[in-house]
Every structure is written in C-alpha cells, then in structure tokens.
C-alpha cells in the first residue's frame, strides 16, 4: 500500500465496464449519456464522477446530506420541480440534466442569493483562494451585483473553543461542521440558531468547540467563516506547496497534505485515503509540524563544540572503533520507532550484519490516550516497522538503563532521541552520565544530545524521504516537503558514512536504493511501492481544494 | 530599386599583397603564401551585431567564403517564464520580444488567448480600433528604428537622428496612453487597459504631419546617395523561392516579391475595413527591404486615419468577469465584483483546455503564438514563432560571396531583434 496520490480516483472509477444486468447496479442517463453506477449512489457522485460537473456546498463526501444549500440542483425529467442531487439517490433509467437553461439558472440565483449578505472580506479572508463561494461564482455566475442593499451584520470574531475562531458573517449556513462534530467526533458541540437572514452558527448551549476532530470543521468551512487559531493570518493559501506524507503523530499514520511555501511547513490537512483514515485527522497530529521547525540541532558536535561533517564523522567512528576493539559486547544500539524503515534497516543493517552487535534496544514516544475514532494509544509512527525490522532481538529502554547501570554496556549509539529520555526531562531515568562513549544521531537539541559525544544531525519526517509502517501494517510513503535544517542529513545516509569509517560497506545512493534492499529483505514491505516522484504544486494552480 | 552595382571581385591580384605599414611593400619580396580561409569573429559585441548575435565568418581576404550564424545570447526563457505565470502576467514578456514594436507584441499574444478563450468575435470595437490604432504606431517605430540605425551603420548619422525624432513623438504618445514608452503592457485580455485620452487621436494626425516630413528628408538623403545605394543595391539578394522555404514574412519577405500580409491574406481586429496597399519589392536585395518599410510607414499612418475616422464610442474592456477585472467601484463595494476580482489577480483568468496557433501581422512579420492551455490560470505551453528568426536564418546562405563590409547593412536590413529571437 502506497500513499495515494493527491486526488484519489473516485471510488467508481470506470462504471461502464460494469455489466449492465448486475443487480447491485442502476443505469441512468446524465446529459444524454449513459451511465452504470451502484445501487444506492447519490446523484450528485454521480453526476461528478462522470464528467457533469454539479457544485454544492452542504453536501460533503464524508458526510451524511441534509440538502440545505440547495447549490446542487438539476433537472430530472418528469419532476416538475429541479431537485437537489446531494439528497436524491439515483433509479433506473432516471434521465438528467446538469446543463439546461433552468438548472443553470436556479443555480445560479441561488449562488447571487448566497452572496446577497456575504461580507467582503476576500482580501483579509484566510480562505480566499480555496474558498468554494469564490470558486463557484467564478465557474457558473460571473454576474456582477444586482443588489446593493444594506448586508446583514453580525459577529465576525467569535472564539468557538481552544483552536477555532468564527466569522457569522462569512458563513453560508451549510452546516458542515455541525455534521464533523455529531458525524466524525461524534460529539454536538455545534448548533445554527435563529431564523432567516439572521440565522448564525454557534456553540450547542454549555459546550465549546474543543472535540479532538474540531480542526476538520475548518477544512470542510466552504467559506471562511472557520479559521484555525495556528493559521489564520499566517500565510495567504494560494502561496502554499502540497506535498502529500504520513502524519507522525501516532500508529494511525492519517494520510494528510503538507502545505509549505519557502522552506517552512505552514499547516498540515487530510487527504483522502478511505482504507485509513477517510477525510479526517485529529487535532493532535495537525500541530506535529511544529518540532520540525522548532529547536533543531543544525550541525554536528563533537565534544560540545559544532564542527563539519567530516570532523563529527571521523570522531563518531573513532570512538565507537575504539570501543568495539575493546570489547564488542559493550556496545549498545537504540533504535527509534520515530524512523522511517529506511533508517531503521540501514541501522539494523550496520548493527547486526556489519558489526555483529548483540544489544539492540527500542525507543519511542510513551504511550498517550486514544479513542475508537483515529487516535492510536501509540504515539509512534512506525512501531510496527521497528518491531518487524527488529525481528525479536530489540529490547526495552528499562532493559538499557539496567544495562548501563550493571555496567553490561558502556558504549551507546542512538539513532533517533524522541522518547529515550522520559519527557518531564527528568535525569537519572536512563543513567547515560554514565556511558564511557555516547553517540546521538538526533532531530533535536534535547538532553541526549547535549549529554552525547557527537552528536549528528538527523532530518526530521518532513525533510526526508521514506516509508512509515502503520498499526495495520500498511507501508506507506513519507515524502520530504521542506529542505533539511541546517545540516541536517538523513539517517541512512549517516550511517552509511558511519559504516565506511567503520570499516564496513553500506553505501546507498539514496532513499529509494535502502528501501528496494528493504522490500527484498524483509516479507512486511514485499507488497510496498515507493510511488511516483511528486513535484509540490502550488495550491493557486491545484485548484480550488474546496 | 534594380540599379544593381556590380562587385569587381578581383581588384587585388591574388600576387600582388600589401603589408600593412611598408610603403614599399610592392618593392619587397614578399613570398607567395598559400591562402587559406581566416576565420572571422562577428558580433555578439560588435555594434552593428546589435549586441545579440554572434557571426563566425570565414574570409578569403574581405570576401565571406561561409557564415555560421549564432543567435541565444538574449535568450531570456520567455517560453518557460511563460509556464509559471497567470495569462494576464505574460503580458510585460510579450514587451520584450520585439521591443520595438511591444505593442504589435501585446496584440498577437492577447488575440491567442481570446481565441482560446471563444471571445475574439465578441470583442468591444472600440477596443478593436484602439489596437489597430497603437499597433500601427508601433509599426511605424518599428521601421523607423531599423531604417535610421542601419543608415547610422552606413554613415548616414543625420538619418537616425532624424528617424529617432520621429520615433520619440509617437513614444511620448505611446506614453500618454499607456505611461510607458517601451514595456507597455497596455493590452488586457478581452480588449485594452485604458481608453484613449481625449484629443489623443488629433495629437497624433498631428505627429504625423510631422512624421511626413520627416520621410521626405529621409528619402531626400538616401535614396539618390551614391554611398547608400552602392552599399544597399543588389547586396543580399533573397529571392522569392528562398523566402518561401525558409518561410520569411513581413518587410523581408515581401522586399523579394511575396506579397503576403497576414493583414490582407487573413484580416484580424477590423484591418478588412481600411483601405491600404501592401509594399513589394522586386530584386528582394537591401535597398528593396529600405523601399518597403519607407512605404509601410505611410500605409500605416494612413490606416490610422481611417480608423481614427471610424472609432465608434463604447467599452474597451470585454464585459465578462471572468475575463477582465470588474471597474474598482464595483470591486470595493459588491462581493460578486471582489471575487471576480480575486480570482482573475490570484488564479488567472481560467482559460479552457485546447491549443491554438493565433498569428498576427508585426513589425518584421507573421508574429505567431502556439499556446496549449490546460483549463487553469496560466498556459501550459505558450510557444511564439518569431518571425525574425528565418530571415536571421536565411544570412547563412546570403553573405557568402559579399564582403565583410556588406554583412552590416545586409544584417541591418533584416531587423533581427534579440527580444523576439532568442526569446
């Protein structure tokens, strides 16, 4: 399982190859041509999976309809009345029309009755740019105003709860976020009150926006009445670059688009992957882009002093040169189930192949809450590609610090720090004070960087190319959407450096190369793909995502 | 135009040589070398190269034997510049083809997309006009430019001065309409990016009373001077056949006998209104490309006439949001007009998927676009056929066999113009 690419094909993609006699499957007509879809389809998936192009703002692909913004409406024949395609599911031999003078018409007086009250705030609007008013009126008014009546005011700054502002002025009353909250966080924490022009969305009595989903309402806000707290203001949309990852937040790994422009990471959204985690991602995982920009260790140290690479590497290979002569079983490796497969089988590699260690050991996030929804108890990306990779000859961090404490071992490579010391920063835990050589290949400039010998810098999941291994077993592809920080290298590439002055040979020439060894090697990444190589595309020319 | 000069090749022996700095040098014993083909380095920085192209000649003495033709050296990726900008955003690299001509520029590339777009026969006339109008001026700059440098590179500096008097009254015209004298960008899609000012067309009847006279001094000073004529007549004979294969239009082409105008042959905006004559020369040689610009300077003024005699009143913009920016008081104060406006600054006027090959009639000729749009805001593929690029081409074949001394007013005569040949 790769990740999909950044639009997925509809789930029906070809429906007239289907046999027209399956009893599961109804043929209807769409502007004069003949389509087979599945029994039950809406009308409007069917219609825009072939090519009839219907617009909508209530309706959402993920969520149940309540047809209230009435923006999907088209003829049927014998209906007396244009009827919402959101709300009506598709029959045998029903003949539509997305395209007659009427439809477009009522459409399009819905689109300048949607506009009547709606403020004009594109330029200082967070949305502008994805916004789907914009992006209709633009494809199917492009009228100028007829109307130049006093617009309805209301409350433009209402703080809904810990990470969502609203704007009721903006709003367009389709109540997709109610639906997020009672459908997807399967909380009601959302309600619209009032009547008429004057009705508004606000917090359902003696509740606030503070769901753990509650930032999904601002991706489905077709308008810009939603603003996350963290983005708003923070960049105009259509500067932004997709690329498309894996959130490394926890075991879930929710497929999600890393919006970035110049270097930096702006925001992370979900994309679409139906096998994991629909169109959704909580809160959490959405503020993981923060440490990739936040604290970094920029450039090699060796004896608490930055120096080149050449310099750290040759001391990083001295010391633990040093140490396996002395005595090999002293040594000790600590993986991190925070890395990419490609890391983890360049180091499982290196340690037991190449250098024939015996004391490998596990790190990783401690373990959080979690919910029946997408929030997996295990804060790490790619346990289940450390534990496979590993192949039973890893251990546990208490193992480590019992070690070291007996003295078993005394000299430490760490690839990888998130989670080896516990997060209260508290010492003592791991008595690493204690270790004759300590070797740290780390994102961060945490305490086990700072206590190492040398210590490398390591690209974090945004900067590097690779694979994460999710709780179900899926492999699926992390791409690099920002460049390194500082110096920061990946880790199969520094460790291939560490082998060759280790006197082993490891070379790759890059991601790929590591992980078509891996897929060789190991039976859970024989059905993995690396995917196409992916251009980030500026989200003005993407179009609107809507 | 057929008074043709007749080179006298052998006017030094072959035996008899001259070194430079003896006075005895037909006295001396000088030994009888084997000649052997020189090469020659013309251009890119030599002036009458124009900065912008490189000639590797070889001489046998002062007659070219073979001319390798190297152009690039303006190449500023327009075409792929093109790619990453809206369609609106093109507008300031199509100045800076033939940037003597922008305007001519900003019509063939804006008339591409309104084809692309299935508006070209729903533009506003008056738009229709005022392109006809500035374009025509620009043409008038345009040979203007390229007769006063090439006289300047023969000698004739009085020539230049005077067409660059010319040439800076239509400039400050050009300004008053657009604000700019050479980056215009005064085309929009859909029509133009302002109305013309008042009173700006009598201003200019009266610039051309002007530029008449200057036409005639032009023509009084070069077209019985023995210097001029010996160096332009039969001096880089294209023929008919060749400007054909090596497809040659505009002034070049049509100095060989070819009279073809994408003008006439295939009327665009509201030219099949006008009544003008199409130049033709007869040798196709560098006085007959002299000839037939002086001539398109008076045709085009006379189009202007017409046409400023014509101009209906009436919006200069097409009406559609989608394709041109709503007035600003709309913008500010309705939603419908912001958006409209929002969509076609950000995301670029959404242009349907097809390809179109949109060619125009400009300084030097058939001005081509080959755009391929995808159905976003900005081209997949906006190719332009320069149409100086073949007639820079056709040099190869027409210098050997002149002299070095030829190959300035030959080169002059073609107007190759780096913004548009190398792009």
């Known amino acids: 399982m790769t990740a999909t690419p950044n639009t997925p094909p509809p789930p029906n993609a070809n429906p007239t190859t289907q046999a027209p006699a399956a009893p599961d499957t109804v043929t209807l007509i769409i502007d004069g041509q003949s389509v087979t879809v599945p029994k039950g389809t ?21 969520l149940t309809s309540p047809a209230v913004c009435r923006q999907c409406l088209v003829d049927v024949k014998g209906q007396p009345k244009p009827v919402p395609s959101c709300y009506t599911p598709v029959a045998d031999k029903m003949e539509v029309f997305t395209k007659s003078p009427r439809a477009l018409d009522v459409r399009r007086q819905m689109l300048e009755f949607t506009l009547v009250n709606h403020p004009i705030d594109c330029p200082i609007c967070d949305k502008a740019g994805e916004c789907l008013l914009q992006k209709h009126y633009f494809d199917w008014n492009a009228k100028l105003a007829r109307n130049d009546g006093v617009k309805v005011k209301k409350n433009k700054v209402v703080d809904l709860g ?3 502002v609203l704007d009721q002025e903006r709003c367009i009353l389709c109540t997709r976020c109610i639906r997020v909250c009672d459908e997807v966080a399967k909380s009601h924490q959302l309600e619209m009150a009032q009547r008429g ?3 508004v969305l606000t917090t359902a009595p003696g509740h606030q926006l503070d769901n753990p989903y509650s930032l999904n309402t601002v991706d489905v806000c077709p308008v810009g009445a939603l603003t996350s707290k963290d983005f708003r203001f923070s960049m105009r949309v259509w500067e932004l670059s997709t690329t498309p990852s894996v959130c490394p937040g926890c075991a879930t790994g929710c497929n999600i688009e890393v919006h970035h422009s110049r270097g930096k990471i702006h925001r992370l959204v979900p994309r679409l992957n139906p096998a994991v985690n629909k169109h959704w991602m909580c809160d959490e995982g959405r503020f993981t882009y923060k440490r990739v920009h936040h604290d970094r260790l ?19 290979g001295r010391l633990l040169r040093a140490a396996l002569d002395a005595n090999p079983a002293e040594v000790g490796v600590v993986m991190s189930a925070q890395s990419t497969n490609e890391d983890l089988h360049a180091l499982a590699k290196l340690t037991f192949e190449h250098l024939g260690l015996g004391k490998a050991y596990l790190s990783g996030q401690d373990q959080g809450w979690s919910d029946d929804i997408l929030v997996s108890a295990d804060k790490n990306p790619n346990t289940a590609g450390a534990m496979a990779i590993g192949a039973g000859r ?12 007996s003295g078993a071992v005394t000299t430490l490579l760490v690839v990888g720090t998130h989670g080896v010391l516990p997060a209260d920063g508290k010492p003592g835990a791991l008595p690493l004070e204690k270790l004759k050589t300590l070797v740290v290949v780390g994102t961060h400039r945490d305490p086990v960087a700072t206590a190492a010998h040398v210590a490398l810098p390591l690209t974090e999941w945004a900067e590097a190319d690779g694979t994460f291994t999710n709780r179900q077993g899926m492999v699926q592809r992390v791409r ?9 290298l990946p880790g199969w590439e520094i460790l291939s450096h560490l082998a060759r002055i280790l006197g082993a040979t490891m070379e790759f020439a890059d991601a790929k190369a590591v992980f078509t060894d891996a897929k060789a090697k190991l039976p859970f990444m024989k059905d993995a793909d690396w995917g196409r190589r992916y251009l980030p595309v500026q989200l003005r020319f993407a179009g609107s995502r809507g | 135009m057929s008074d043709s000069h007749d080179h006298d090749v052998n006017l030094v022996p072959p035996t008899r040589r001259v070194v430079l700095g003896f006075q005895d040098a037909e006295d001396m014993d000088v030994p009888d070398l084997p000649t052997e083909p020189v090469p020659l380095n013309m251009g890119p920085s030599h002036p009458a190269m124009h900065g912008t192209v490189r000639m590797v000649l070889e001489v046998e003495g002062e007659k070219i034997s073979s001319a390798d033709i190297q152009i690039g050296y303006l190449h500023r990726c327009f075409e792929k510049e093109s790619e990453s900008a809206t369609w609106t955003q093109i507008f300031p690299y199509t100045d800076r083809l033939n940037y003597i001509s922008p305007m001519l520029n900003n019509i063939g590339y804006a008339m591409a997309v309104e084809k692309l777009l299935g508006i070209a026969d ?11 109008i500035v374009g025509e001026t620009s043409r008038i700059t345009d040979h203007l430019t390229c007769l006063g440098a090439s006289a300047m590179e023969l000698g004739a500096f009085t020539v230049f001065l005077y067409a660059l008097k010319a040439r800076e009254w239509i400039f400050e015209l050009l300004e008053e309409i657009c604000g700019a004298r050479l980056t215009v960008s005064y085309m929009r899609i859909g029509g133009v990016a302002a109305d013309m000012p008042e009173e700006w067309g009598k201003k200019l009847l009266d610039v051309f009373a002007r530029v008449r006279d200057v036409m005639v001094d032009i023509s009084k000073l070069l077209d019985r001077n023995r210097i001029f004529r010996d160096r332009m007549d039969g001096i880089g004979i294209i023929t008919k056949e060749d400007a054909i294969s090596w497809g040659i239009t505009g002034p070049v082409g049509r100095s060989t006998g070819l009279a073809y105008d994408v003008r006439k042959d295939h009327p665009y905006l509201v030219y099949d209104r006008f009544d003008f004559d199409v130049p033709v020369g007869s040798v196709g040689d560098n006085f007959d490309r002299y000839a037939v610009r002086v001539e398109e300077i008076l045709q085009s003024m006379r189009i202007i006439e017409q046409a400023l005699a014509q101009i209906p009143a009436g919006r200069f913009l097409h009406p559609d949001p989608r394709v041109s920016l709503p007035p600003k008081s709309e913008t500010y104060n ?9 969509k076609l600054i950000m995301d670029g006027i959404h242009v349907p998927p097809g390809e179109i090959y949109s060619f125009t009639e400009a300084g030097n000729g058939e001005l081509g676009f080959y755009i391929v749009a995808d159905g976003t805001g900005r081209p997949w593929k906006c190719r332009v056929r320069p149409p100086c690029f073949p007639a820079t081409a056709v040099l190869g074949k027409v210098l050997p066999g002149l002299f070095i001394a030829d190959v300035v007013p030959t080169f002059g005569m073609i107007n190759m113009i780096g913004g548009e040949c190398d792009r």
């Open chain 1, 42 to 62: 809406m009308l409007i998936e069917a219609c825009n999976q072939n090519g009839a192009d219907v617009p909508f703002f209530c309706y959402h692909a993920g």
């Open chain 1, 162 to 164: 810990p990470h969502i």
């Open chain 1, 197 to 199: 022009d004057h009705e």
């Open chain 1, 298 to 316: 920029a450039a090699p140290v060796s004896a608490g002093i930055p120096v080149e690479w050449d310099r750290a590497l040759a001391d990083a």
């Open chain 1, 394 to 405: 890893l251990r546990t961090l208490l193992d480590l610090a019992n070690d070291i404490k």
């Open chain 1, 480 to 488: 690099a959407a920002v460049p390194p920080s500082g110096d920061a």
């Open chain 2, 122 to 132: 729903t533009l506003p006339e008056r738009a229709q006009y005022i392109r006809v």
């Open chain 2, 334 to 342: 309705s939603i419908e007009a912001m958006i409209a406006h929002f």
